[in-house]
């Protein structure tokens, strides 16, 4: 996107930010306590939200979203939450009822993370950028990122992820813009 900021871009006349809070505030199945988006720039637009900001202090500007994972989790940690539903903003086609979802399969498996994953023809594709994540995970998060990690999903799955398994049909549900022509849809 040629550096822009993806959560302040237009599609169907809407910021994306503001259409992947729409989804989370419309999420079915469960009560979503304290929402907050973990931003670097533009910080006075994503103020007019009314929403708490999470930046990256500057030990850990520049290392990408575990960076934001680890704020969102001791933001959580100091609200009293155990859980933290990370989204990204450039995806947002959110099925409605993925929080419950993530929430029903971690209650089933006592994993530490649950990431929705698409069976796709080659695969199993993991979007760990959606993320259902207990704050126990900060410490392994923090130790990733001292040690100069920064995949995500590998991180996630060192520390125990399991997926939601979902459908080919879900795909779209996940598709993120990451070039101008994306926006077009």
Partial sequence: MGGADKGL????GRPLVDQVLERLRSQTGVHIAATALSVNRHLDDYRSRGL???TDPDT???QGPL???LQALAFARGQGLDWVWMLSCDAPALPPDLAGRLCERQRATQAPAVLPAVQEPEGLRWHPAHALLHVDLEGPIRRALE???RRVLQVLQQAGAVALELPADAAPAFANFNRPEDLAG
């Fill in 9 to 12: 871009l237009t599609w169907r």
């Fill in 67 to 69: 960076a934001g994972m």
């Fill in 60 to 62: 850990l500007r520049g």
């Fill in 52 to 54: 708490p900001l999470l």
């Fill in 147 to 149: 040690n100069g990690q």
